[in-house]
């Protein structure tokens, strides 16, 4: 049989194309007298493709639709978070750096502080930046001095109910204002009124007569200017009624959204009381406004939510 398959395709091999019929290619040879004629057709071989219909392809679609949408909110927030918190942590640490560098350079700390002016609003245009702030050796003089300031304004400048202006800076949520308020209560002496927390509102503008440093990173620190002697409780200073912290919030996107203060998960429910210094919670959402203390050398958070995000793994 093998043979013959050889045979049979030299013999169209050495054969004359005579004519094409329908797909079929006619060989024919003269041999002697005889004329031989062959046919020879082309087989034509069907594949079959494996494949997905469209419907398929549109339900799969679908589903991966479904749950990007589910999924997605929830990997934004958590991108988001961890922005805020790298910047938050930058934020303590450079300005703690640039009290340190005030030491080297002016020889104050911020427990040598005076009381000082907080800006007035330039204008109803709040692009412009605000006059009349600072005094030697205050709050403001230091920051303003070790790090890089691109703009200076008072809270009343975004304050549109009371200037004209537009409102461009509201607080969404306050956080947890119980904590932070104790805890300021707690470190600060009875007689001195500038040392402690403005009253928030949510929804509403920053409180008027507040000094505000935009820094070149997008941070913003807002504080009371007139607050003056930031320290903690000393050996000399206990009989003198112990400490007296200065406050003030640092917003690490500075007037961009969600301008929410941070605060506690409620659950796991929070342990210890409200305003001391151990008082803990977890902190699964990070946001952009964090209440902050200040005195001698050091710049630290100043609530249990702050905490939780400044000291999260």
């Known amino acids: 049989m093998e043979q013959e398959e050889k045979f049979v395709h030299s013999w169209f ?3 004359r194309e005579v004519r094409r019929l329908s797909g079929s290619i006619v060989f024919g040879e003269r041999i002697g007298g005889t004329v031989f004629l062959a046919v020879k057709r082309k087989v034509r071989i069907m594949t079959k493709f494996k494949g997905f219909t469209l419907a398929e392809v549109l339900i799969t679609l679908g589903i991966i ?3 990007a949408a589910m999924t997605m909110p929830t ?3 958590s991108t988001q978070g961890a922005q805020y918190k790298t910047a938050y942590k930058k934020a303590l640490s450079v300005m703690s750096q640039a009290v340190v560098m005030n030491i080297a350079l002016d020889d104050y700390d ?9 800006p007035t609003a330039a204008s109803a245009d709040d692009d412009e930046d ?18 890089n300031v691109v703009k200076v304004a008072g809270t009343k400048d975004f304050q549109g109910t009371t200037d004209g202006a537009a409102d461009t800076y509201k607080i969404i949520d306050i956080g947890d204002a119980p904590d932070y308020t104790k805890f300021a ?4 002496k009875t007689t001195n009124a500038t040392h402690k927390f403005p009253s928030l509102k949510a929804g509403q503008n920053w409180p ?9 990173d997008g941070i913003t620190f807002i504080f009371d200017n007139e607050q003056s002697g930031c320290a903690a409780q000393t050996s000399t200073t206990a009989a003198g009624g112990g400490d007296e912290y200065c406050y003030g919030f640092i917003d690490v996107n500075g007037q961009k959204a969600p301008n929410r203060v941070v605060k506690c998960d409620t659950s796991p429910a929070p342990t210890g009381t409200v305003g001391d210094d151990n008082y803990s919670c977890t902190v699964s959402n990070p946001t952009d406004i964090y209440p ?4 001698d050398q050091s710049v630290v958070p100043a609530s249990a939510a702050a905490r939780a995000v400044l000291y999260a793994k």
């Open 75 to 77: 990997l934004i927030n």
């Open 65 to 67: 639709g479904v749950v």
């Open 13 to 15: 091999s050495g054969c």
């Open 130 to 147: 605000a006059t009349s702030a600072g005094g030697v050796q205050s709050i403001y003089d230091l920051f303003k001095n070790r790090m």
């Open 185 to 188: 209560t707690n470190h600060a």
């Open 208 to 216: 008027t007569g507040l000094s505000m440093l935009f820094y070149n």
């Open 110 to 118: 911020l427990s040598q502080t005076v009381a000082g002016t907080n």
């Open 292 to 295: 902050i203390a200040m005195y």
